[in-house]
């Protein structure tokens, strides 16, 4: 993102209505174009932020287009957050496809204002044999016999889904279990591996255990975590109260 | 006039969709299409140096007699004619994916606009200017849609020639605002 000096924008007085879209793409471009973003670098996490902020305000959040809209949003977010492998010549921009979208889009915007220019020219223009637009036709009137109805509301009621019961089990995760043993290996120890804190057959409960434990060490400032690169093994550092200090 | 341009100027007269040179041409078949282009021609630049209320104007592959501009407002006003309904946004959208995209199905469509289009596109339809043209290959053989004569008659245009290249659209939205210098 640019200079947050100049960009500081104008959030605060955010008024759209919602027949101004006609639909996440062109929701998407007007919140790029108000904000004089780059389309082909879109700074992703703040245009998703945006987006989601908009259809809540709009309740476009039931509208399923928009849904999606906002999902491909986080996942791109997501990826980007992922790291690279190094070397690795061939990544795709995850924001690529929708960049391609959105200047697919904006060509039919252009057009859609041509069209419309073109259409309101012609229409200063008659010919012969007016007649009047047949004004627009209601639905038909609904014609059913008893039976039918009957039989629809059997097809509804048989798809209506068995209610799906879960147990949910209060909180399995035993934090201070861990924690407690985390501080067991590190009164004895310096340094440690993650091994030595979830053992050798940790469950996935142990494991997300001792992890959050190890979190929450670390930000008491019991101990220090470190890591020399993506995937590969965390070292677990006693602190010493004068390195803390 | 030549005798063919008055045949001409009733028999446009008397229709009220624009007329192509091929039907023109059957009212004298022995004249030929050639003749029928002179005459229209000639019909036209009659309207236009004897400054009259109506001019004659290619347009859907045809020809027709219309109204000038600048009497719109007062027949409009007096209800004599109205103006069409106005095209929404939506339809527009639609309208212009299939111009260029012809012949287009539906999930195409859907997939430009992010949104689903399948009752815009019946709208369409119904005001007849949009039709199936065909089938697609593949899964179900989807119907394809095109745009039909009625399409270029209300956008006023003599073929989808006339349409914009798409490399004459300005695709990019705007730059990013300068900053101030670094």
């Known amino acids: ?245 | 006039m030549s005798p063919l341009a008055k045949l001409l100027e009733a028999a446009l007269f008397a229709s009220s969709r624009p007329l192509t040179v091929g039907e023109l041409s059957t009212l004298e078949p022995e004249a030929g299409e050639t003749a029928v282009h002179a005459g229209l021609a000639e019909i036209r630049d009659a309207y236009a140096a004897e400054d009259h209320g109506v001019e004659l104007v290619e347009i859907a592959q045809g020809w027709q007699f219309l109204t000038r501009r600048e009497y719109a407002e007062a027949i409009d006003r007096a209800q004599f004619a109205l103006r069409p309904r106005r095209l929404s946004p939506a339809a527009l959208e639609t309208l212009a994916i299939v111009a260029y995209r012809q012949p287009v199905g539906r999930v195409e469509v859907d997939e430009i606009r992010g949104v689903d289009s399948g009752a815009v596109i019946d709208k369409l339809i119904e005001r007849g200017l949009v039709d199936v043209v065909t089938r697609g290959e593949g899964l179900g053989r989807p119907l394809l849609y095109g745009t039909t004569p009625q399409f270029l008659e209300i956008l006023g245009l003599r073929d989808l020639d006339e349409l914009p290249r798409l490399e004459e659209l300005s695709v990019a939205l705007r730059p990013p605002a300068p900053t101030e210098p670094e």
């Open chain 1, 1 to 245: 993102m640019t200079n947050p000096g100049v960009t500081a924008p104008h959030h605060a007085g955010f008024v759209v209505e919602l027949e101004q879209f006609s639909g996440p793409l062109d929701l998407l471009l007007h919140l790029i174009s108000e904000d004089e973003l780059d389309i082909t670098d879109l700074p992703i996490a703040r245009i998703a932020d945006q987006f989601l902020a908009v259809i809540n305000e709009l309740k476009l959040n039931q509208a399923a287009d928009y849904l999606e809209m906002a999902a491909r949003l986080l996942r791109i977010k997501a990826q980007l957050l992922l790291p690279r492998r190094l070397g690795e010549d061939e990544w795709e921009d995850p924001r690529a496809e929708l960049v391609r979208r959105l200047l697919e889009y904006q060509q039919i915007r252009e057009l859609v204002d041509w069209l419309g220019h073109a259409a309101a020219r012609r229409a200063e223009q008659f010919g012969r044999g007016f007649r009047p637009e047949p004004p627009e036709a209601p639905p038909a009137p609904l014609v059913i016999e008893l039976n039918d109805l009957l039989a629809a509301a059997e097809r509804v009621i048989a798809l209506i889904p068995e209610p799906v019961l879960h147990r949910v089990v209060p909180r399995p995760l035993d934090v201070e279990g861990a924690t407690a043993r985390i501080e067991a290996v590190l009164a004895t120890r310096e340094r440690c591996g993650w091994r030595d804190v979830v053992g050798d057959r940790p469950t996935i409960v142990d494991m997300l255990s001792a992890f959050i434990a190890l979190l929450e060490l670390a930000k008491r400032g019991a101990l220090r975590l470190s890591q020399q690169g993506p995937f590969t093994p965390i070292v677990i550092q006693r602190e010493s109260p004068r390195e803390a200090a």
